[in-house]
Nanobody, 128 residues
Framework: QVTLVESGGGLVQAGDSLTLACIAS????????MGWFRQAPGKEKEFVVS????????YYGDSVKGRITISKDSAKKMVYLQMNSLKPEDTAVYYC?????????????????????WGQGTQVTVSA
């Protein structure tokens, strides 16, 4: 069973930057595609970004494209979400997600139901 733990959330001002981190345990990190979703109050979970197992393919949600970067450190079993130019509408709980795939699978998994492993979430609040 893969366990994911996020960190790095907090209260920031509009225009600030923030980096979230996620550490994975309990599985083979090298077999995992990784990603991030977010959920604002009263809204559905929204796809933010994902990276294929190989790291060769990255997909970004439309609302954050150009403002975020996903990266991973396989040796540390960690994934990072760097967010720049934050806006009040970025306020949400951010979830780290993981999915075991074959190495050649670079598909875009944009639905929350595509991802079997979820962290507990970290709150990001952006004030105007």
């Amino acid at each position: 069973q893969v366990t994911l733990v996020e960190s790095g959330g907090g209260l920031v001002q509009a225009g600030d930057s923030l980096t979230l981190a996620c550490i994975a345990s309990g599985g083979q990190f090298s077999r995992l595609a990784m990603g991030w979703f977010r959920q604002a109050p009263g809204k559905e979970k929204e796809f933010v970004v994902s990276m294929s197992r190989s790291g060769g393919s990255t997909y970004y949600g439309d609302s954050v494209k150009g403002r975020i970067t996903i990266s991973k450190d396989s040796a540390k079993k960690m994934v990072y979400l760097q967010m720049n130019s934050l806006k009040p509408e970025d306020t949400a709980v951010y979830y780290c997600v993981a999915k075991s795939t074959i190495l050649s699978d670079n598909r875009h998994f944009s639905s929350a139901s595509d991802w079997p492993h979820w962290g507990q979430g970290t709150q990001v609040t952006v004030s105007a």
